[in-house]
């Protein structure tokens, strides 16, 4: 697509519930990053993948949090058991390469749980 | 670990001023990049410079890279209402696959 795809745009769930945040990035992008976002905070990483695979793993905040990326596109955070502390927004960039080329970055998902 | 940190936390202009924000950072890069971001949502890549670059320009904007003080400047010439966002530095480290660190940026009023 033109742009960097996120769904849902906004998420409320309750404490304890598992969420799957979506996103679809520009076609022939290679690399794919999460990010979150809390209120008036920069960005926190959380993990990349090249390709399909994920060398840096080392932002997961904790074990509930996992991401997979298929077919070297559509990529998937999954948050299980949610926390109040999840609350943030999650945010998607891809990008042509690792090195060397700027982010495009979805409008994120903004995870509220209550 | 925080990177990149943007000075000031938040400055406000009229409109036709000119804005500075700067970035100071502690690794050694391979480029740095500014970004902005309007009402909290997805970010937009404003510039990137190259740790072999000096000073770049785009439009209105302009872009200053220091090395040796780990420090990069971002000027807004002429700003606009509509340049009102925050604005984030990032940086990347000078390994081969280094993500990139963002600050916490700088949020930048213009009134009109």
């Known amino acids: 697509g033109a742009g960097v795809s996120q769904s849902p745009s906004n998420k409320v769930t309750e404490k304890g519930k598992d969420v799957e945040l979506r996103c679809d990035p520009i076609?022939?992008?290679?690399?794919l990053y999460w990010y979150r976002q809390s209120l008036g905070q920069g960005l926190e990483f959380l993990i990349y993948f090249q390709g399909n695979s994920a060398p840096d793993k080392s932002g997961l905040p904790s074990d509930r949090f996992s991401a997979e990326r298929t077919g070297g596109s559509v990529s998937t955070l999954t948050i299980q058991r949610t926390q109040q502390e999840d609350s943030a927004v999650y945010l998607c960039?891809?990008?042509?390469?690792?090195?060397?080329?700027?982010?495009?970055f979805g409008s994120g998902t903004r995870l509220t749980v209550v | 670990s925080q990177q990149g940190e943007e000075d000031p936390q938040a400055l406000s202009i009229q409109e036709g001023e000119n804005a500075t924000m700067n970035c100071s950072y502690k690794t050694s890069i391979n480029n740095l990049q500014w970004y902005r971001q309007n009402s909290g949502r997805g970010l937009v890549h404003l510039i990137l410079i190259r740790s072999n670059e000096r000073e770049k320009h785009s439009g209105r904007l302009r872009v200053t890279l220091d090395t040796s003080k780990k420090s990069s400047s971002l000027l807004i010439t002429a700003s606009r209402a509509a340049d009102t966002a925050s604005y984030f530095c990032?940086?990347?480290?000078?390994?081969?696959?280094?993500?990139?660190?963002f600050g916490k940026g700088t949020m930048l009023l213009v009134s009109p």
């Open positions: 076609s022939g992008h290679t690399a």
């Open positions: 960039a891809s990008s042509l390469e690792v090195v060397d080329y700027g982010y495009t």
């Open positions: 990032a940086t990347d480290g000078d390994s081969e696959y280094s993500t990139l660190t």
